[in-house]
């Protein structure tokens, strides 16, 4: 059924025919390589990333010991002052 009505509309029209064509190019297996040479590949990768290319460290978080401190104080201080403790 499906084959009859592609053949019907591929006898329409050369452009249909065209399209076809097209599409089965599309869906035909591509060819592989015979050899692929990694080695290479992977040293001209190398060459077009910049090796000088500096690397930098972050700097240690600074521990905020003083900044959760006075936020609980703030807090407590707080629910003093609502007299909700």
Known sequence: MERQWVD???QDSAANEAVLDG???MLAPMPIAAAVDTEASW???LHTIQPE???LEMPPRKKRTWAW?????AVVASGV???TW
Not at 69 to 73: G, M, N, S, T
């Open 69 to 73: 401190a006075a936020a609980i104080l």
């Open 53 to 55: 290319a500096k690397v």
């Open 43 to 45: 040293q001209r990768l």
């Open 8 to 10: 019907t509309w591929r």
């Open 81 to 83: 002052v609502c007299g």
């Open 23 to 25: 599409v089965r190019k």
